[in-house]
Nanobody
Framework: VQLQASGGGLVQTGGSLRLSCAAS????????MGWFRQAPGKEREFVAA????????YYADSVKGRFTISRDKAKNTVYLQTNSLKPEDTAVYYC?????????????????WGQGTQVTVSS
């Protein structure tokens, strides 16, 4: 499966962005889609995931209540609505796909990755 992330940008603290991840290719082989982020000098970390069949969502504690992951099956697209953004949310955001039926939020649990989109939150 090929993934194309978009929607990043520069916003002020408290602002919002909607990230999109368009999937193409063998999309039927994916059970989960996820978003990760990587800040300069830090490891890539899990942000959110969604089970594509049921729409069940999972979030990191750091974004719970502020970010919302959703999917549009007809468009093979997953979204990450980011609200109440903070400077510590600044990072490159990546979307990823997982083919197992059991969720693993570690980066090694996702086999397919998009190219990343930069989110910068100014204070």
């Amino acid at each position: 499966v090929q993934l194309q992330a978009s929607g990043g940008g520069l916003v002020q603290t408290g602002g919002s962005l909607r990230l999109s991840c368009a999937a193409s290719g063998r999309t039927f082989s994916s059970y989960f889609m996820g978003w990760f982020r990587q800040a300069p000098g830090k490891e890539r970390e899990f942000v959110a995931a969604i089970r594509l069949s049921s729409g069940t969502t999972y979030y990191a504690d750091s974004v719970k209540g502020r970010f919302t992951i959703s999917r549009d099956k007809a468009k093979n697209t997953v979204y990450l609505q980011t609200n109440s953004l903070k400077p510590e949310d600044t990072a490159v955001y990546y979307c990823a796909a997982r083919t197992s039926t059991v969720l693993n939020t570690h980066v090694t649990g996702f086999a397919s990755w998009g190219q990343g989109t930069q989110v910068t939150v100014s204070s």
